[in-house]
């Protein structure tokens, strides 16, 4: 017999705890300007973060990695700021009260950043056919500067400007596209607030099909030539969100919902009404009989409610966004196909948790202690947190979990 003890091999020494942050100020809207240089791998931007004071402050910080910052101004004028490639500290030239609302406008360069804005195809010098960018965990903050911390929603408007053969698809609605000095520039803004890590963008050439659930515009967007294999993957959405509306009682949360398959992306991600997948999810009819792609379309739909409407405050508590996305998708797969393919669905998800647990490690499912918040993604958040969720809900009952 093997003794297994509970918070074994997951800490290392050097590990400190990490406590929610309690920032000074609220980030209420960003607006962002930025130009993708596709042969070069960098990026031209502004920044406007717009701000409302919480408590007395004279140094503002906001996190930004690696950048070339060129200018930056409060309220319009020039401003002392300090920077060390990690945190960009503005000195305000007196101290700001609580309630006071404040504009940092930042103007900054970022070229071949080593996260967060990857240039397809990756490892390569070689000018880029595609540009996507990945915020979660703490990532965003490669190519913007803002503050960077699941604890606080804003509002985004974001320009982008690409060579025009590009498709740019990014959070909320498209609210203007046009030309300019011959690339062609998309502006999105979103409505709805959002913390900033589910901040995202991706251009390529891509094809579009798009059709409506009630008045949201749902959009499929595959790699050009893929557009008969839409269908096989993301025929079921309308289905989905209607499922989720009806299960949690809250409606979808924004005004459009796109699915982006990627290249050389792994797995998916829930940006806020615009979720990144791989390509590898598209498949034809042979692979079919074999592969689905609901259980990531759903795991990544059902985000929009558990983890971008409702967000966690910091990444000791992931669990609550991972293990409602695997729950829901389950409770997606019991409605759809039935109670046998939900319980071999919660034995999965057990194997996957007691493989985690006798072979590398055992934390407790709110962790304060990690080194990278990557860590918190593994089969403790997802598999382990939906099965004390389910368990919860065996409990209470099913009325009462959904009521609550
Ligand atoms: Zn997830």
């Not at 490892?123 to 606080?152: F, K, L, M």
């Not at 796109?258 to 992306?265: D, R």
Request: hydrophobic letters at 35%; charged letters at 25%.
């Amino acid at each position: 017999m093997r003794w297994l003890k509970i918070g074994r091999d997951f800490v290392y020494p050097e590990y400190k705890p990490k406590w929610p942050r309690n920032s000074p100020y609220s980030l209420d809207k960003v607006l962002l300007d930025i130009e993708v240089d596709f042969e070069n791998r960098s990026l031209k931007g502004k920044a406007i973060n717009r701000l409302t004071v919480l408590r007395k402050i004279d140094v503002i910080e906001f996190d930004a990695v690696d950048m070339s910052i060129e200018k930056v101004l409060l309220n319009n004028s020039n401003i002392d700021y300090d920077y060390d490639g990690n945190v960009l500290k503005i000195f305000l030239p007196k101290e700001a009260d609580r309630g006071e609302k404040l504009e940092v406008d930042i103007e900054y360069y970022v070229e071949k950043p080593k996260m967060g804005l990857w240039f397809i195809p990756i490892d390569s010098d070689e000018p880029a056919i595609q540009v996507w960018t990945q915020g979660e965990p703490e990532d965003n903050r490669y190519w913007i500067p803002t503050y960077d911390y699941p604890d606080n929603k804003t509002l985004l408007e974001i320009s982008i400007t690409c060579p025009s053969w590009a498709k740019v698809f990014s959070n909320g609605v498209l609210v203007d596209k046009r030309m300019l000095n011959g690339k062609t520039v998309w502006k999105y803004r979103l409505d709805n607030a959002i913390p900033t890590y589910l901040i995202a963008f991706a251009a390529g050439k891509f094809s579009i099909i798009e059709e409506k659930y009630r008045n949201i515009l749902l959009q499929y967007v595959v790699p050009e030539g893929r557009e008969r294999d839409v269908k096989r993957s993301f025929s079921k959405t309308s289905q989905m969100i209607k499922f989720f509306e009806e299960f949690t009682g809250v409606e979808y949360p924004y005004p459009k919902y796109t699915q982006i398959c990627l290249s050389e992306y792994g797995g998916g991600m829930e940006n806020a009404s615009i979720t990144f997948l791989t390509d590898y999810t598209l498949h034809d009819e042979k692979a079919h009989m074999d592969f689905r792609s609901e259980p990531l379309v759903s795991h990544e739909l059902s985000h929009q409610w558990f983890g971008d409407l409702v967000t966690c405050l910091d990444w000791s508590h992931l669990w609550l966004n991972e293990s409602f996305a695997t729950l829901m998708a389950a409770l997606w797969r019991r409605h759809d196909l039935g109670e046998n393919e939900f319980i071999y669905n919660l034995l999965n998800m057990l194997d996957s948790y007691l493989s985690e647990y006798s072979s590398r490690y055992s934390r407790p499912i709110v962790m304060r202690i990690y080194g990278d918040p990557e860590e918190m993604f593994d089969a403790h958040s997802y598999p382990k947190g939906a099965l004390i969720l389910w368990t919860l809900m065996s409990i209470i009952g099913e009325e009462c979990f959904r009521n609550a």
